[in-house]
């Protein structure tokens, strides 16, 4: 891995240094800082300035190699502190299209071609194409609440991998986790996060009209990225049982006409290295491809007391190749391999601990035995761990899909996949550095999914518009886990599957000139199973249930003008029923049976706009969504979510702009249980982050341990609160409640508590 880095250091400064913190560019330009900056080296000066700004650089070493900036001093804005360190170097900065600021040598004349390219940067937006519905559409006339976000603005915002779409899309959390599978997404508050090998999500995740049967899949870097598509509320009747929340729909980028190239190196100041590189262009008069590949490095930011080692690291690879044939012009072909493997060594650090906390209740546990040199706040990098954790996840998939194009103008349209996915992870589960009281738990799972839709397509832009299809998954999932030797001692193996079969279909009709009617519907039989050995009781189960269901959705939408749309929907999703396969499953368990399916009922009313000349795009959607049963792992029952989805987009001179409002509707905040003793509610936390510790989600499956149906259980006490560092400066995950409080408090129940 360092011989790695040494290449990519060298590289990086051979092409360019990129020095991004993830800024509002407009913002930084009209803003004061405080600079200290003395003469120094204008490289480092450079790097001084991006940290104080917070502001993205782009510079070759060759131009700054000799020079000496002048030293800057006091309160100024960016731009004026950059004017003074360029002073006398001969180098002018140029804002880019991606808000990045790049250096280079000063033209002997004014170029024309500046002043001509910031006029076309003045264009009315361009017209955005989804899929979102199975066809092509543009995104102003498909009556769903839907954010698209395009791979130029991804770039822009630094969005470089699956959990940074939180960065640019309103509605959407993202819950990564220390453990691969203990993943989560959520969409208006609704999502799923279950310590069940068969937990089924409420928020689909597709990519280039596959789907990802499980979550942890999606979670990589976004490379080579064409655009994404975030759909809000239930989407069941096109995509199945696990739209029940919401769909996000990313889509790669095709092969090109011509040969092209890119390639891309960033080095960031907190160590970071990303190489991508992407060749794409034609074989033949009928066949083309797409390779591209990344890496990443990330040492970390949280640093183990015990060994000095750098922890809340991760090393991603993710590798995809596209053939695109099309030997007529009725006939497309195209098959795509993909493979990821990440790396990483995820910590917590303690933002509140009572002086007075024992480990598990023993008096000589206490925080200067367990946790030598720590001391708890919203600033501690510090853990204490004498278990190295790890989660290392590998998977590799391939998709083809076969277009036809039909006589009366009509399409068939065959999309096969298969996917194998295997992960690995092991925690220290009693978060400290007692070797007294030493709990760890290891687990692999390995996961494989096969798929198959053949859909049909009537044309588009008749009276009536319909699109059919049928849909075919098979999906095992197996996992082997062991947790002890002190406390919540585990050792079992279980494996689930799932059959579904199903068939779609959606019709618009336009039943007046400017209003059009929508009907949809599907029907779906799911088949699922189970085995579950548990290893330490010598005892072993297994079973099987079926679910049939109707799902449908039923539309209007009426256009006053070209750019002006209403529409308002009710549609229903759905949830598979789930077997809790996790530590403790019994005999009681196997007999309950399965988890009852979870089920919403949604209605929408929205408002889709473009003003100033389509310059500006206001958009605004109305909710109101009933979950029952909802799969929680605190307990289930009914639960409610409602709320305005609002979003403006702006465009003009270079410059775009976006912005988003949701409230999903009143909700109490759990705060997080960690270990140790009884700690306040109100942990502090910085203006303008989220509390650590609370959490806006629900915790998705279903109660089983004590507590009638429909209610909560009560909250166990707090002891200490714990979080994930981003490298960002901001929360990037949060514990588990249920297992943080059962890693270190005897007090708290069993088996609901103890994850595998």
């Known amino acids: 891995m360092h011989s790695l880095r040494g290449l990519y250091r060298t590289t990086a400064l051979a092409a360019a240094i990129a020095i991004s913190l993830g800024a509002n560019t407009a913002l930084a330009q ?17 790097r001084d300035y991006g940290r104080a700004t917070q502001q993205q650089l782009l510079f070759t ?37 991606r808000g990045a600021i790049l250096l280079q040598r000063a033209p002997t004349a004014a170029p024309q071609s500046v002043a001509a390219a910031a006029n076309a940067e003045a264009e009315a937006l361009s017209e955005i194409v989804v899929t979102s519905q199975k066809r092509a559409e543009n995104v102003q006339d498909v009556p769903l609440a839907i954010s698209v976000v395009s791979g130029a603005q991804l770039e822009r915002a630094s969005v470089r991998e699956f959990g940074d779409l939180v960065k640019v899309t309103p509605s959407l959390g993202i819950r ?122 990330f040492d970390g930011n949280v640093k183990n007391v015990v060994n000095g080692d750098t922890l809340n690291g991760s090393t991603n690879t993710t590798l995809r190749g596209k053939l695109v044939w099309r030997p007529t012009d009725k006939v497309s072909a195209n098959l795509t391999l993909n493979y990821a493997k990440t790396d990483a060594d995820p910590a917590f650090t303690y933002l509140r601990l009572s002086p007075n906390a024992r480990l598990r209740g023993n008096a000589t546990q206490t925080p200067a035995v367990v946790m030598p040199g720590i001391t708890p706040g919203p600033d501690n990098l510090q853990t204490a761990l004498n278990e190295t954790p790890y989660a290392r996840s590998e998977a590799f998939g391939q998709s083809l899909r076969v277009a036809w194009e039909l006589p009366s103008e009509h399409s068939l349209v065959s999309v096969t996949s298969n996917d194998h996915f295997v992960t690995g992870d092991k925690l220290d589960s ?12 290891v687990g692999k799972s390995r996961a494989n999914m096969l798929t198959q839709e053949v859909r049909l397509l009537s044309p588009s832009g008749g009276p009536v518009t319909y699109t059919v299809g049928l849909y075919y998954g ?62 330490r009781a010598a005892a072993a189960w297994s079973g099987g249930a079926k679910d049939d269901v109707v799902t449908y959705r039923l539309g209007l939408k009426h256009e006053f003008t070209d750019d002006l749309m209403a529409f308002g929907s009710v549609s229903t999703g759905h949830k598979g029923q789930v077997y809790d396969l ?93 270990a140790g003793l009884a700690v306040p509610r109100s942990a502090h936390h910085r203006p303008g982050r989220r509390r650590p510790g609370a959490d806006r989600r629900e915790h998705a499956l279903p109660r089983r341990h004590g507590g009638p149906p429909g209610r909560r259980r009560e909250d166990p006490p707090v002891h200490a609160l714990v979080r994930r560092p981003d490298r960002d400066g901001g929360w990037r995950c949060d514990a588990p409640p249920d297992e943080r409080g059962a890693a270190l408090d005897a007090d708290l129940p069993s088996p609901s508590d103890a994850r595998g």
């Not at 004061?32 to 204008?42: G, Q, T, V």
């Not at 804005?77 to 900065?93: F, M």
């Open 61 to 97: 070493e060759d131009l700054t190699a000799g020079k000496t900036a002048s030293a800057v001093k006091g309160d100024l804005s960016a731009e004026a502190a950059l004017q003074r360190l360029l002073a006398g170097t001969g180098l002018v900065s140029v804002r880019t299209e």
């Open 582 to 674: 996790s530590t403790g499953f019994n005999q009681a368990r196997a007999d309950a049976g399965p988890v009852a399916p979870e089920k919403s009922l949604s209605f929408e009313a929205g408002l889709r706009s473009q003003l100033l000349d389509r310059r500006l795009t206001l958009n605004a959607t109305v909710f109101h969504v009933d979950y029952d049963n909802l799969q929680s792992q605190g307990g289930r029952g009914r639960r409610r979510a409602a709320g305005p989805d609002q979003g403006r987009q702006v465009r003009g001179r270079g410059r775009r702009a976006g912005a988003g409002r949701h409230r999903p509707g009143r909700r109490r905040a759990r705060p997080l249980a960690a």
């Open 474 to 535: 098979s999906s095992t999932i197996k996992r082997a886990y062991k947790r002890g030797p002190v406390f919540s001692l585990a050792d079992w193996k279980a494996a689930a599957g799932s059959q579904q079969m199903a068939a779609f279909g959606q019709l618009d009709w336009r039943v007046l000139p400017r209003t059009t009617a929508t009907l949809g519907a599907r029907a779906q039989r799911e088949d699922i199973d189970y085995w579950f050995a548990d290893l």
């Open 30 to 46: 009209t803003r004061s800082y405080a600079f200290d900056i003395p003469a120094e080296p204008l490289s480092q000066a450079l």
């Open 176 to 297: 990564q986790s220390d453990q691969p599978s203990a993943a989560s997404i959520s969409i208006r508050g609704i999502g799923s996060f279950a310590f069940t090998l068969a937990a089924e999500p409420s928020v689909a995740v597709q990519i280039d009209e596959v789907p990802v049967a499980f979550q942890a899949r999606a979670f990589t870097d976004l490379a080579d990225i064409e655009r994404v598509e975030v759909l809000r509320g239930p989407q069941s009747t096109l995509y199945g049982k696990n739209a029940s929340a919401g769909l996000i729909n990313i889509v790669t980028r095709d092969p090109t006409a011509e040969l092209t190239g890119r390639a891309a190196v960033t080095v960031t100041s907190d160590e970071e290295y990303r190489l991508g590189l992407t060749l794409s262009g034609p074989l033949s008069d009928t066949l083309r491809f797409r390779l591209n590949g990344s890496y990443s490095d």
């Open 430 to 441: 009693d978060r400290t550095a007692s070797t007294l009281i030493s709990n760890t738990g």
